[in-house]
């Protein structure tokens, strides 16, 4: 919990840095602005309560500062033409009478103010000094890609791609970037004897799905480990933090881009829409991105790093071109320059509605996933209980067998995502079976060493009831009873993290029912024999018996609730009459058409949708 709240006072102050961008770039314009408000929801603190707000206050400096209760966002309200509260003759400094390359700075500045304090404290942080290590690699691993590069025991890296390297923690940045980017990494080595060369590593074949990028690289420090105070010089220091916020926004966007779609890296290969290393791996020493906010615990580097990475995200989200955000803005702007003149106050009210009926529209979808997101937050931080996910001697032939798992491996994460019990293994096995994609496991033998090894599911059908036999993972004997538990902020990313596990495996296995739905793989599964996510969201083996997991404890209940509300909401985000996502196609309709629909359109819309709800329960019923 003290976490949790540290994370959400570090938001509030990172909104009022977005905000005073604006505020300051508005004032370089002479814009008049009339109030800062941080926080959105009913108000708690307002600066002219106690003072009655008169005519020309934005004109003589004296701004309405408005705190609400949810730290979530803000925004600044500028003088507009006409505006009473504008000085008289003073109009022509009005908001809307700016030209639009000004707006659209002063739209700017807000994401700008956050990357620029992000600048600051990786300035900061590199004039001070961190704690490291040493840069000195010992022998690669075979046929990995530092091997294959040349790279020797005792080689010092010094630069990666021509920016300097200060310790081992810029290492594994660089490799970051260029195992999300397929690029190819130069690294400057110095040798024991002091010869120095150039080094260039294939980082293209290497998934975004793993949690180490050194190991995967084939890079690994030499021992001992070699401590050292990574510190750079006032002007070096401010190269390589403006290179690094460059690395870290643009790691961040590429992430978005991961989650949002698949996305296809230079090299051709695709990687999964949601197993990406983003910012999160590097900027806090945390190992794992997904609980990047723990690095409040990590002394003043992590606390930095964290508040830099926040900083970013909020400066990059908000550069999105959507209603309500800054991108929406200078979007709206640029649309009145190539039209030729200013939008109306209507056709603006209509972008900024159709942000907000969006929203509200998928409010109640949203509301489903965040109740099953609390569920599973519940679930992890009270615990429960599970068996130790050590695997036995997997059959012959099968991806286990294939990929390298021997018997007494324990299974420590999948995908980049810890791993807390066996439970979780079949999770990720249900979602990359019925993706088709490879499942990269992080495992650990008993004498304690580490390896990735990555099984290809693609050919096992989604008609199976166990993916665990199928894929080849036999738990070991006898079972060791643990609690699956995780720390409140870790468990609301894991939570998080099976929630859109689930909403995805439900929006396939509706795909599957619907009609023959093709995987990665190109192989056709049959529309009724689908592993969905009730086969996994309950203890029950069967996805088709989800209901009987009321009888399996408070865990199975709690599990069979929140898969009920993540295919409420999934099935009410359908573009179909009726439901929510009919009345999103509604609204963008009437967008594109320029008028509000008649009541006779929406009626026919509506009619449509029962026809089509009759027709598929007809089809539901007709003998097989």
């Given at each position: 919990?003290?976490?949790?709240?540290?994370?959400?006072?570090?938001?509030?102050?990172?909104?009022?840095?977005?905000?005073?961008?604006?505020?300051?770039?508005?004032?370089?314009?002479?814009?008049?602005?009339?109030?800062?408000?941080?926080?959105?929801?009913?108000?708690?603190?307002?600066?002219?309560?106690?003072?009655?707000?008169?005519?020309?206050?934005?004109?003589?400096?004296?701004?309405?500062?408005?705190?609400?209760?949810?730290?979530?966002?803000?925004?600044?309200?500028?003088?507009?033409?006409?505006?009473?509260?504008?000085?008289?003759?003073?109009?022509?400094?009005?908001?809307?009478?700016?030209?639009?390359?000004?707006?659209?700075?002063?739209?700017?500045?807000?994401?700008?103010?956050?990357?620029?304090?992000?600048?600051?404290?990786?300035?900061?942080?590199?004039?001070?000094?961190?704690?490291?290590?040493?840069?000195?690699?010992?022998?690669?691993?075979?046929?990995?890609?530092?091997?294959?590069?040349?790279?020797?025991?005792?080689?010092?890296?010094?630069?990666?791609?021509?920016?300097?390297?200060?310790?081992?923690?810029?290492?594994?940045?660089?490799?970051?970037?260029?195992?999300?980017?397929?690029?190819?990494?130069?690294?400057?080595?110095?040798?024991?004897?002091?010869?120095?060369?150039?080094?260039?590593?294939?980082?293209?074949?290497?998934?975004?799905?793993?949690?180490?990028?050194?190991?995967?690289?084939?890079?690994?420090?030499?021992?001992?480990?070699?401590?050292?105070?990574?510190?750079?010089?006032?002007?070096?220091?401010?190269?390589?933090?403006?290179?690094?916020?460059?690395?870290?926004?643009?790691?961040?966007?590429?992430?978005?881009?991961?989650?949002?779609?698949?996305?296809?890296?230079?090299?051709?290969?695709?990687?999964?829409?949601?197993?990406?290393?983003?910012?999160?791996?590097?900027?806090?020493?945390?190992?794992?991105?997904?609980?990047?906010?723990?690095?409040?615990?990590?002394?003043?580097?992590?606390?930095?790093?964290?508040?830099?990475?926040?900083?970013?995200?909020?400066?990059?989200?908000?550069?999105?071109?959507?209603?309500?955000?800054?991108?929406?803005?200078?979007?709206?702007?640029?649309?009145?320059r190539v039209v030729g003149h200013r939008l109306s106050a209507i056709s603006r009210k209509a972008w900024a509605l159709a942000g907000v009926s969006a929203l509200i529209a998928l409010a109640g979808p949203a509301a489903n996933l965040l109740f099953a997101c609390c569920l599973y937050w519940l679930m992890l931080v009270l615990g429960t209980q599970d068996v130790k996910p050590v695997v036995s001697v997997p059959a012959p032939n099968t991806p286990a067998a294939v990929a390298g798992v021997r018997a007494g491996d324990t299974v420590m994460d999948a995908d980049g995502l810890p791993v807390l019990g066996w439970r979780g293994v079949r999770v990720a096995l249900v979602e990359h079976i019925v993706s088709g994609l490879p499942l990269t496991l992080t495992v650990r033998d008993a004498a304690g060493s580490v390896r990735l090894l990555t099984m290809d599911l693609s050919h096992i059908s989604t008609a199976i009831t166990n993916p665990a036999t199928a894929a080849g993972l036999r738990l070991d004997i006898p079972h060791i009873p643990i609690v699956a538990r995780a720390g409140p902020l870790s468990g609301a990313v894991l939570a998080m993290e099976n929630t859109r596990r689930m909403a995805m495996l439900t929006l396939r296995g509706l795909g599957q029912y619907v009609f023959r739905h093709h995987r990665t793989d190109g192989n056709a599964e049959p529309a009724a024999h689908a592993v969905t996510a009730g086969n996994v969201t309950a203890p029950h083996p069967s996805g088709f018996a989800a209901a009987e997991s009321v009888s399996a404890g408070w865990i199975g209940l709690l599990s069979f609730i929140a898969y009920l509300s993540i295919n409420l909401g999934i099935v009410n985000l359908l573009p179909l009459p009726l439901l929510d996502g009919g009345e999103i196609v509604l609204l963008y309709a009437e967008r594109v058409v320029g008028h509000r629909l008649s009541a006779i359109s929406r009626k026919a819309w509506v009619l449509a949708g029962v026809s089509v709800v009759i027709a598929v329960a007809l089809a539901a019923l007709r003998p097989v």
């Open positions: 919990m003290p976490g949790l709240v540290f994370t959400l006072l570090m938001i509030l102050f990172l909104v009022v840095v977005h905000e005073m961008g604006h505020f300051f770039a508005a004032r370089v314009f002479n814009v008049p602005v009339r109030s800062i408000h941080i926080g959105f929801g009913k108000q708690i603190f307002d600066s002219t309560r106690s003072r009655p707000r008169k005519p020309g206050d934005a004109a003589t400096g004296r701004v309405k500062i408005v705190l609400g209760w949810l730290p979530l966002g803000g925004y600044i309200e500028m003088a507009e033409p006409g505006d009473a509260a504008v000085a008289a003759g003073q109009q022509a400094t009005a908001y809307r009478r700016q030209p639009v390359h000004r707006r659209a700075l002063i739209a700017l500045a807000g994401p700008a103010a956050n990357l620029l304090f992000a600048f600051c404290l990786y300035w900061l942080m590199l004039v001070l000094g961190t704690q490291d290590v040493k840069p000195v690699v010992a022998t690669p691993a075979p046929n990995t890609p530092a091997a294959v590069a040349g790279v020797r025991a005792g080689d010092t890296v010094m630069d990666a791609n021509g920016v300097p390297v200060l310790g081992w923690r810029g290492v594994r940045v660089a490799l970051v970037e260029h195992i999300v980017s397929g690029l190819p990494l130069t690294l400057t080595v110095r040798d024991a004897a002091g010869s120095v060369r150039l080094l260039t590593m294939d980082l293209s074949h290497i998934s975004t799905a793993i949690t180490d990028p050194a190991t995967a690289a084939g890079l690994r420090l030499d021992i001992p480990h070699i401590p050292i105070v990574a510190r750079a010089g006032p002007l070096s220091g401010a190269v390589l933090a403006m290179e690094k916020t460059r690395r870290m926004a643009m790691l961040t966007l590429r992430g978005l881009g991961q989650y949002v779609f698949r996305r296809r890296r230079t090299d051709g290969n695709a990687e999964p829409a949601a197993h990406a290393v983003t910012a999160g791996n590097v900027a806090a020493p945390h190992p794992s991105g997904f609980a990047a906010a723990e690095s409040v615990s990590a002394g003043w580097i992590g606390l930095l790093s964290f508040i830099a990475y926040l900083s970013i995200n909020l400066g990059i989200v908000n550069l999105l071109p959507l209603p309500l955000l800054d991108g929406g803005e200078i979007v709206l702007l640029y649309a009145e």
